[in-house]
């Protein structure tokens, strides 16, 4: 199947500043990418859709300015955590899916995010 | 409203014993429906889909529409089975998200 590599994998961030985590679709063209929140085995929560060169959609309940989504090209999709509190750690997962129909999404390994 | 439940957290069987997750959803239309896998520190990945209508790892599936169930079966179960499974489903039109259920810890013991 197609690859799907989400960096960093783990990071710890102070209270207040910003994170980054990376999406990338390594061997395919992903028009589509799927930004989920899983707490510990729980479900995975969807957060955004993002299409290539447009803006996110956001699911009902996620705040689109503490959670900045960039889908600038095919293979990237940037999450930015703004201002993070201890309540935005979590496990954040991408996947990426490609533009023909019925398609599979693929799931990136996951990152784990811990806010101090 | 759109949704997937999976009624068990966990699900303990020993080894060669049968094993039915099960997975009901509810969705006005004619969704996919989808079994993903998730094994100890690894991603999710998917098992099977119903359209596919295909037998992976032993495992099958079928949608019942008139129950709106798509219960996973394995008639004999093994050890590295054991996994976190979720049941999705994903709607017509809706720009190919996927809804998950809770999921359910599958254990199998020796």
């Known amino acids: 199947g197609a690859v799907v590599s989400q960096h960093p994998s783990r990071v710890i961030c102070k209270s207040g500043t910003s994170v980054k985590i990376e999406c990338r679709s390594l061997?395919?063209?992903?028009?589509?990418m799927f930004w989920y929140r899983q707490f510990p085995k729980q479900s995975l929560m969807l957060m955004a859709t993002?299409?290539?060169?447009?803006?996110?959609?956001?699911e009902q309940g996620v705040e689109k300015d503490k959670f900045l989504i960039n889908h600038a090209s095919l293979t990237l999709s940037t999450l930015t955590v703004t201002s993070a509190h201890p309540e935005d750690s979590s496990f954040y997962i991408c996947?990426?899916?490609?533009?023909?129909?019925?398609?599979?999404?693929?799931f990136g390994q996951g990152t784990r995010l811990t806010v101090v | 409203a759109q949704r997937v439940t999976q009624p068990e957290k966990l699900l303990s069987v020993f080894k060669g014993a049968p094993v039915e997750l099960k997975c009901n959803y509810s969705?006005?239309?004619?969704?996919?429906l989808f079994w993903y896998v998730q094994y100890s520190r690894q991603r999710l990945q998917l098992l099977l889909r119903?359209?596919s209508r295909e037998s992976i790892k032993g495992f099958t599936a079928d949608l019942n529409k008139g129950e709106t169930s798509f219960h996973l079966k394995k008639p004999f179960a093994q050890e590295e089975d054991s996994a976190m499974y979720y049941c999705?489903?994903?709607?017509?039109?809706?720009?190919?998200?996927?809804?998950f259920g809770q999921g359910t810890e599958l254990s199998v013991k020796p």
């Open positions: 996947s990426a899916r490609g533009g023909w129909q019925n398609t599979e999404a693929f």
């Open positions: 061997d395919f063209q992903a028009t589509t």
């Open positions: 993002s299409n290539e060169g447009s803006k996110a959609t956001y």
């Open positions: 969705y006005s239309g004619s969704p996919e």
């Open positions: 119903h359209i």
């Open positions: 999705a489903l994903r709607g017509y039109n809706q720009g190919g998200k996927l809804i």
